[in-house]
């Protein structure tokens, strides 16, 4: 079966501790992002990669961190820089091109959710 | 700037027909999505429209209007497991983005 993964469902961090968030898909789609999105909240976009070894910042990129050194792998590293770190945390991909054109709908996969306390 | 609104609450009955509208302002225009997300779940898709019109999937239609940037999404027959949140997306060059969505509860 094709899709995205995301592990874990639930996680839990100390205030001050970096945590990664494992995105993996199979799907061998080439554009790949990371949402945040908070309690009653849109989506709110993190970093994405349109292609392998690039990846540009979204709309709330700092105290964040992502790689892109194979295609089905995009983790994100919450760092302790970031301010707020409990969230909701989904990571989707596309096929690749343009965002808006009718094979480009965006899959999404589970999500985890992260409490730091 | 790059400005997407809907209402932040609806409430419906069981049976019935509600339309969630979507007014957006971007600097670019690639189409525009509608997603369904349940609560604590991954949104997942409902209908893309990139020309003016109605397109019509089952119990769901979706209307643009580009000279507006407006979009409603059409729900009939309404379904307890409609209940969810609603939300709009404009597609940009290399990205979507995303309004704050439309919680729907539909009541028995």
């Known amino acids: 079966d094709g899709g995205i993964t995301q592990s874990p469902k639930y996680l839990f961090r100390k205030e001050g501790q970096n945590v990664t968030l494992s995105c993996e898909q199979n799907?061998?789609?080439?554009?790949m992002y990371w949402y945040r999105q908070d309690p009653g909240q849109g989506l709110r976009l993190i970093y994405y990669?349109?292609?392998?070894?690039?990846?540009q910042k979204g709309d709330i990129a700092e105290g964040y961190s992502v790689s892109r050194e194979k295609k089905e792998s995009f983790p994100l590293t919450v760092t302790s820089a970031q301010k707020n770190p409990t969230a909701f945390y989904l990571c989707?991909?596309?096929?690749?091109?343009?965002?808006?054109?009718?094979?480009?709908?965006?899959?999404f996969g589970p999500g985890t959710r992260l409490t730091v306390l | 700037g790059q400005n997407i609104d809907q209402p932040t609450e609806m409430t419906a009955t069981e049976g019935a027909i509600v339309q969630i509208n979507c007014t957006y302002q971007?600097?670019?225009?690639?189409?525009l999505f509608w997603y369904q997300q349940h609560a604590g779940e991954a949104p997942t898709f409902l209908s893309y429209?990139?020309?003016?019109g109605l397109e019509e999937k089952g119990r769901f239609s979706s209307f643009l209007s580009r000279s507006k940037g407006y979009s409603y999404l059409l729900l009939k027959e309404l379904q307890m497991k409609d209940s969810a949140s609603y939300l709009c997306?404009?597609?940009?060059?290399?990205?979507?983005?995303f309004g704050t969505g439309t919680r729907l509860q539909v009541f028995p």
């Open positions: 989707a991909s596309t096929p690749g091109g343009l965002a808006g054109a009718p094979y480009n709908e965006q899959f």
């Open positions: 799907l061998n789609h080439d554009a």
């Open positions: 990669s349109q292609i392998v070894n690039d990846f």
């Open positions: 971007t600097s670019g225009f690639n189409g």
């Open positions: 429209n990139v020309l003016d």
């Open positions: 997306a404009v597609g940009g060059t290399d990205k979507l983005i």
